[in-house]
């Protein structure tokens, strides 16, 4: 059975939205699928990691079809983190800056990748008419992959799942986004025109399986997951009391609660003081940056990036490992990939966001941590005094259970038995 795999994501790209659909096509054989793998040819990907092409099983098919990119025009008037996620939207745009995101949101739709369709749907029917394929899975954002699917599906009635890594208009910025009305009911119309055509869908979380619901019955949830690139072997704590966050920290995802307790009990405890380390790994917006200026340097250790085996690395090590949800309308459903490799770290979760959310759920479900919701100020202190008593009496540990269901190799034997159902139905 082949399946064709239409992602932007794909190595050297380094980040989070590479992670999903690497490891499915590293298991796939596994469960008797043959992944072929279309990609963009010299893409503008923010973030690189090389060593990420190791994990490309050998022999794959990988097809890739050059994309033209106006975020290569448009980033020139932009400063370098803006450059890095649609997330990162200035919050207090120039004169320039605005225009520059009314053009990106209005004539950009679905998103600045909307030029590839056209020759991808180009390359895609003539290879589709002289190969066979069982079933093709567009994966996004970004969501114009999801119009690639839609336009092979009306040209050759094929079989099409598509994967939503993050929702389309229930995405953290898409309510920043200077978007008109006419705009925004293209937006919803896309979407609903792709949930209503395809075969199946897929989705991270219950959330976003509910909101889908009214559109095609047959969606399934495939969370993201973990795997094996650290060794068994023991690492060592830090000596510090360190509490570390992986990824991109824009404004929505600044846990201002966090550093506002944190400078209280500093200046009640100066033991506290001298122990804590922030650890902060991934590119973060100016708003984040003031906020850790108010500590003292030593207090804070930031770094812009680390390859994916160095960041599970730190996450190993780390006293405690910090889950910050974007404090935003759809912040239920917002279930990023860090937390699962977080699972497997081991360590303590302090997460910041809505204590009914999807994410809460599964570190409840776990039992691998705590979540205090945005404006918790005395519970938030209060968990952090416990951690930090445990820490000090070298008992800082976390008994999580249940979380080999979120394994890699897991995952993609439920996503094999989904592949094959929808290959067998009539």
Known sequence: MKVLIITYYWPPSGGSGVQR???????????????????????????????????????????KVPIWEPNNFLSLFKNNKTKQSAGFLNPNPSFLGKILQ?????????DARKFWIKPAVKYLEA????????????????HSLHLIGLKLKEKLNLKWITDFRDPWTDIDYFHQLPLTEKSKKKHIKLEQKVLQNTNAVLVVGETMKRNYQKFNQNIHIISNGFDNEVSETEIKLDSKFSITHIGLMND????????????EICAENQQFKEDLIIRIIGTTSNSVDENLMQFNEKNVDKIAYLNHVEVKKQQQKSQVLLLAINNVPSAN???????????????????????????????????????????????????????????????????????NQYHRKELTRKLAKIIKSVVEES
């Open 127 to 142: 290879y589709l008419l002289e190969h066979k394929i069982d079933v093709i899975i567009t994966t996004g954002p970004p």
């Open 102 to 110: 009314y053009v990106r949101a209005n004539y950009f739709i679905p």
């Open 333 to 403: 459903g917002i279930l990023t990939g860090k937390i699962f490799e977080y699972l497997q770290a081991k360590r303590p979760i302090l997460s910041i966001g809505p204590k009914n959310g999807d994410a809460a759920k599964i570190i409840e479900n776990t039992n691998s941590g705590v979540t205090i919701d945005f404006n918790e100020e005395i519970q938030l202190k209060s968990v952090i005094l416990e951690l930090y008593s445990m820490y000090k009496m070298e008992n800082l540990n976390v008994d999580s259970s249940n979380i």
């Open 252 to 263: 929505d995802r600044n846990p201002i609660i966090l550093w506002k307790i944190l400078l």
């Open 21 to 63: 659909w690497l490891k499915f096509v590293k298991y796939l054989r596994d469960f008797n699928v043959e992944p072929v793998v279309f990609t963009a040819d010299h893409p503008n990907y923010p973030i690189l990691d090389d060593s990420l092409e190791n994990e490309i099983p050998k022999n794959i098919e990988v097809l």
